[in-house]
């Protein structure tokens, strides 16, 4: 799917259901459904007309809904959303909260001890719950989750999120020349990855618990 054919049914749905989404949100879905055909959006745009019933805390479709009518929500979609967590834990690090756009993602991060938690696996420890966290995503998925956005350490130590540029927005992963740790290098993220397990050691020191989620 291209983005203009994208950009005229999002345009007639947000018609349709008289709301606006604005340009960084737009660009959020954008990233989630441009590997989805033309043919299978139009007709998951036919289905969301048909079944989608808005309310005033959701009054727009959600990325999930456009997934589950493109039968999105399987395995698949399950191994997308890995490959993107592991890519943001190298190019982001434990740090900085995330938003994925993504609240079944959200919660499911967040049933494995949180986006802190999560930055610290390596490849065993994702060999050992793939499975485990695929079957978590894919029951989330069929879910109205609620889980805004994943803390990181500078979120959680200070009990709120104390700067709104240390989270990072999911939409703005795939565009390299705005998100500025892309420019790290693997040896560079790798040294990123042993300072976060430290700071997660001395946060259990002083009494945190870096893996609960928050």
Known sequence: ?????????????????????????????????????????????KNIIDTFRPTQKVPFPLIVDFLEQSGETGDNAAERAIATIRDSVMSVGAYRSVDFGDPALHATIKSFGGWIAICGWGDEQWQMNRRNFIQA??????????????????????????????????????????????????????????????????????????????
Not at 2 to 27: A, W
Not at 35 to 45: A, G, K, Q, R
């Open 1 to 45: 799917m291209t983005n203009e054919e994208y950009l005229v049914r999002m345009t007639y749905l947000q018609k349709y259901f008289g709301h606006k989404l604005d340009d960084e949100i737009n660009k959020l879905y954008w990233n989630r459904l441009k590997n989805v055909d033309t043919s299978t959006f139009s007709d998951s745009v």
């Open 137 to 214: 995503y894919k029951s989330a998925l069929t879910r109205k989750e609620d889980v805004c956005h994943l803390s990181g350490i500078s979120e959680k130590a200070n009990g709120y999120l104390a700067d709104p540029v240390s989270i990072v927005k999911f939409g703005k992963f795939f565009e390299a020349d705005k998100l500025e740790d892309k420019t790290q290098d693997t040896e560079q993220a790798k040294e990123n990855m042993k300072i976060v397990s430290t700071i997660a050691e001395r946060m259990t020191a002083l009494g945190y618990d870096p893996n609960e989620p928050f």
